[in-house]
């Protein structure tokens, strides 16, 4: 019996969040220079996303607040993996990254789900 081909679903998912989203991006902060005096500097990766407000169901007051946003967040052209000390960028505002989930059931990631809060 052939498995599921999860290449397709991540297909459907970049077309949805591509057609139901927004452009944004992740931003990652990088040092440079001596480790006495280290410089910051930001570098965004384009992204696509679509931002959603929190079922109130989830929220619990610790790991989800009231006011946290949940993004999807498209693999298509992302250089980049998410991390929780990156920053989204959405409609110019940063927002820290709570959780980091792939939805990776069978190998490749299908998409990106982000827990975030302004």
């Given at each position: 019996?052939?498995?599921?081909?999860?290449?397709?679903?991540?297909?459907?998912?970049?077309?949805?969040?591509?057609?139901?989203?927004q452009?944004?991006a992740i931003?990652r902060?990088?040092?440079?220079?001596?480790?006495?005096?280290?410089?910051?500097?930001?570098?965004?990766?384009?992204?696509t996303?679509v931002?959603?407000a929190?079922?109130?169901?989830?929220?619990?007051?610790?790991?989800?607040?009231?006011?946290?946003?949940?993004?999807?967040?498209?693999?298509?052209?992302?250089?980049?993996?998410?991390?929780?000390?990156?920053?989204?960028?959405?409609?110019?505002?940063?927002h820290?990254?709570?959780?980091?989930?792939?939805?990776?059931?069978?190998?490749p990631?299908?998409?990106?789900?982000?827990?975030?809060?302004?």
């Amino acid at each position: 019996m052939a498995g599921f081909d999860y290449t397709r679903s991540g297909g459907t998912a970049s077309r949805l969040i591509k057609k139901f989203g927004q452009r944004g991006a992740i931003r990652r902060t990088t040092l440079s220079g001596p480790s006495y005096d280290p410089i910051e500097s930001d570098l965004d990766y384009p992204c696509t996303l679509v931002d959603l407000a929190v079922e109130e169901r989830s929220i619990d007051g610790t790991l989800v607040l009231r006011g946290d946003r949940t993004v999807y967040l498209s693999t298509e052209g992302l250089t980049i993996e998410p991390l929780r000390t990156d920053k989204v960028v959405i409609g110019g505002d940063p927002h820290t990254i709570v959780v980091v989930q792939p939805l990776q059931p069978g190998g490749p990631v299908v998409f990106w789900e982000l827990n975030v809060r302004r």
